[in-house]
C-alpha cells in the first residue's frame, strides 16, 4: 500500500488538522498499523531498484562484449574485403600491361609485316615496269627488224618486176 503524503502538521490532507497530542498519536497509529508493511514493500523496491542496476549494469556489458565482437568481425571482413579488392586491382592492372604489351608487339610485328610486304610490292613493281621495258624493247626491235625485211622483200620484188618488164622505149620499138 502507497504512503500517503503528510503535510506540516503530521495530517495526510484526508482529514482536519487534529489538535497536537492527537496528530502524533494518529502517526503512532499508522505507522503500528501500516509500518511493518511499509517497511517491507520500502525493503522490497530497495532490492528491486538493487537487482534492475545489477541486471542493467549486465546487460550493459553483454550488449558492450557483444559490440565489440561484431566491431572485430566487421573489422575484419572489411579488411578481408579491401585485400581482396587490391588484389584483383593488382591482378586487372598486370592483365592490362600484359595485354598492352602484347597489342604493342602485335602492332610493330604488323608494320614490320607492311614495311616488307610494301618493300616487295615497290621491288616487284620495279621487276614489272624492267620486264614490260625488256618486252617493249624487245618487240619494237623485232618489229623493226620485220619492217626491214617487208622492206626488202618489197624493194627485191619491186626490182624484180622492173628486170621483168618491158621497158616502154622497148615496147614502142
Do not use: C, H, W, Y
Amino acid at each position: 500500500m502507497a504512503k500517503q503524503a503528510k503535510t506540516k502538521d503530521g495530517n495526510n490532507g484526508d482529514n482536519p488538522a487534529p489538535s497536537g497530542a492527537s496528530g502524533e498519536s494518529l502517526d503512532q497509529v499508522r505507522d503500528i498499523l501500516f509500518g511493518a508493511q511499509s517497511r517491507e514493500t520500502d525493503r522490497k523496491l530497495a532490492n528491486l531498484e538493487t537487482r534492475l542496476d545489477q541486471d542493467n549494469a549486465a546487460l550493459r556489458d553483454e550488449m558492450k562484449k557483444r559490440l565489440d565482437s561484431l566491431e572485430e568481425f566487421i573489422k575484419g571482413e572489411v579488411k578481408s574485403l579491401i585485400d581482396s579488392i587490391k588484389s584483383e586491382n593488382t591482378e586487372r592492372t598486370n592483365a592490362i600491361k600484359d595485354v598492352t604489351r602484347q597489342l604493342n608487339e602485335a602492332i610493330k610485328d604488323l608494320e614490320q609485316r607492311i614495311s616488307e610486304l610494301d618493300q616487295r610490292s615497290t621491288t616487284a613493281d620495279r621487276e614489272l615496269r624492267e620486264q614490260l621495258l625488256n618486252q617493249s624493247k624487245t618487240l619494237r626491235d623485232e618489229l623493226d627488224e620485220a619492217k626491214a625485211q617487208q622492206t626488202a622483200a618489197r624493194d627485191k620484188a619491186v626490182a624484180q618486176l622492173q628486170d621483168a618488164k618491158t621497158d616502154r622505149i622497148a615496147l614502142a620499138d
